[in-house]
């Protein structure tokens, strides 16, 4: 279980409080007005923002002192986070372990196949987004943070992403926490929802 437990962060002067719980293998949806903390949560999980107090704990272990690189924890950032050195596919299999089949699955199923020797510079917004996710879906840690991730995309391909991302999810049993405006995001994947508010 993911449990975030009295959890304290500020950002822009703004204090901001959570508490949740999340079951291994589920997939938690966060929505919520522009500026109110979607975000802000995804970087305290992920490592990369300090709380002010409270904790954070996977399978009853804290992972309040582990730095970014050593938690369990892969994180899809809103810009893609791509290095524009590498291939599509270098970039791609950053991390990614012994997933050779899926990754190809992955590529035919989300059209990048033709893509793979390409530079990210040359790829439209969806296409380098739909490199970050299976990147961030097959590295191997069990806790997926997903911030926007189909915002770029058309609603044929938010669909095949949808459902790829499902059918990963429970094939690795991965613990997906989703930040999306879109209501048929949290349709398709979320077993809880969490609607964050000023109050």
Request: hydrophobic share 40%; net charge negative; with cysteine.
């Amino acid at each position: 279980m993911l449990r975030i437990k009295d959890l304290v962060l500020t950002r822009d002067a703004k204090t901001l409080n959570y508490n949740l719980e999340l079951p291994e293998g589920q997939c938690l949806a966060i929505q919520g007005l522009s500026g109110i903390g979607k975000s802000t949560l995804l970087e305290a999980i992920s490592g990369f923002l300090n709380p002010d107090s409270g904790d954070i704990l996977w399978l009853n272990q804290s992972l309040a002192d582990l730095p970014p690189e050593k938690r369990p924890v892969a994180m899809m950032f809103q810009d893609t986070n791509l290095f524009e050195h590498l291939t599509v596919k270098q970039n791609i299999e950053l991390g990614v372990k012994d997933n050779g089949d899926q990754l190809h699955t992955a590529v035919e199923l989300l059209n990048l196949s033709g893509q793979l020797q390409k530079k990210p510079s040359s790829l439209s917004g969806g296409q380098r987004q739909r490199v970050a996710l299976i990147r961030t879906m097959l590295r191997p840690e069990p806790i997926v943070l997903l911030d926007e991730p189909f915002s770029e995309q058309d609603q044929i391909t938010r669909q095949a992403c949808t459902d790829w991302v499902k059918k990963t999810m429970n094939s690795f049993n991965k613990t997906l926490v989703l930040v999306s405006h879109q209501h048929e995001d949290i349709t398709e994947l979320a077993n809880q929802h969490l609607m964050l508010s000023k109050d």
